[in-house]
């Protein structure tokens, strides 16, 4: 068991530093609006902490789920930053997802003062880190790994070192690639199905055990076809994602025309006040132009 810090109280970290509370980690939480922190406290024992620094004093661990990488560096960097109050030998663990760029930057900031770093972006949504079923996509030293990976066990379905640090960013990046493909393809297909006078369920009840079959497919098919939305993974953060992978893609020379339209078509939901939709909104935007 270790003490742990851990920062970010929001739809993902909340649960997921519940797990580890269960789990029998000294958990100590940090989240810029205090009422978020001590609501957690009051469900799960352990501590609220007053600014990073102070969450971090002690702890072995300290972990981060915040939004994006400004978000990230305020809470590591600074007087009241989490470095400040770590010592040499301690590890961070983020999982926030970021660019490769402030991973990067933040990774060689903590080696400086002998910090040890692994970025451990995660995949699953709110309902895996409730239910402890992430996967988690690591980067950084494997002996940093080593010690990383029986804790986030606790919130853990699978996690995997992919490479060095940035590594984990960059898988997560492909992660989100592959997603807004799928979501704009079985937004397209429950579109059909419904104009074209199909019953959209029994369709997927056939499709899904063949090689059209996904997880999207399986758990959002039902609330596509009734026009439900408010749930899962929003919009807003999916085009912080794709932002992330457009900008890497540059880098790194890789060609994402299909990811850059599926962005805009998020842009669109946006406009339509769907900001806080669910991915699988694309099909509003679909219905709203064919209607």
């Given at each position: 068991m270790a003490n742990v810090a851990f920062l970010g109280m929001g739809v993902m970290g909340a649960p997921m530093a519940g797990h580890l509370a269960a789990a029998g980690h000294a958990v100590t939480v940090f989240n810029r609006t205090a009422a978020k922190a001590e609501?957690?406290?009051?469900?799960?024992?352990?501590?609220?902490?007053?600014?990073?620094?102070?969450?971090?004093?002690?702890?072995?661990?300290?972990?981060?789920?915040?939004?994006?990488?400004?978000?990230?560096?305020?809470?590591?960097?600074?007087?009241?930053?989490?470095?400040?109050?770590?010592?040499?030998?301690s590890l961070f663990i983020d999982h926030t997802t970021v660019s490769a760029e402030v991973t990067r930057e933040l990774a060689a900031a903590a080696v400086e003062?002998?910090?040890?770093?692994?970025?451990?972006?995660?995949?699953?949504?709110?309902?895996?880190?409730?239910?402890?079923?992430?996967?988690?996509?690591?980067?950084?030293?494997?002996?940093?790994?080593?010690?990383?990976?029986?804790?986030?066990?606790?919130?853990?379905?699978?996690?995997?070192?992919?490479?060095?640090?940035?590594?984990?960013?960059?898988?997560?990046m492909v992660n989100q690639i592959c997603i807004a493909g799928l979501m704009q393809g079985l937004s397209e297909a429950m579109n059909f199905a419904q104009k074209?006078?199909?019953?959209?369920?029994?369709v997927v009840d056939v499709i899904q055990g063949g090689a059209a079959g996904s997880w999207q497919m399986v758990n959002r098919h039902k609330t596509?076809?009734?026009?439900?939305?408010?749930?899962?993974?929003?919009?807003?953060?999916?085009?912080?994602?794709?932002?992330?992978?457009l900008a890497e893609a540059e880098n790194v020379g890789a060609s994402l025309p299909g990811t850059a339209l599926i962005d805009q078509y998020y842009k669109d939901v946006q406009a339509m006040g769907g900001g806080r939709w669910d991915t699988s909104s694309l099909m509003a935007r679909l219905k709203k132009l064919s209607d």
């Open positions: 609501s957690w406290v009051a469900d799960h024992k352990g501590k609220a902490a007053t600014t990073p620094r102070e969450a971090a004093l002690g702890c072995e661990i300290v972990m981060a789920c915040v939004g994006n990488d400004d978000d990230l560096r305020g809470v590591c960097l600074g007087d009241d930053g989490a470095f400040a109050g770590m010592t040499e030998g003062k002998g910090i040890a770093w692994v970025d451990a972006p995660v995949s699953g949504g709110q309902a895996g880190a409730e239910n402890g079923q992430l996967v988690i996509m690591c980067g950084g030293a494997q002996e940093d790994y080593d010690r990383a990976e029986p804790v986030m066990a606790a919130f853990a379905k699978l996690s995997q070192r992919m490479g060095d640090v940035g590594a984990g960013q960059l898988t997560k074209a006078g199909l019953d959209g369920e029994a596509m076809l009734a026009g439900e939305y408010e749930h899962g993974f929003a919009v807003d953060w999916m085009r912080k994602d794709l932002a992330i992978c």
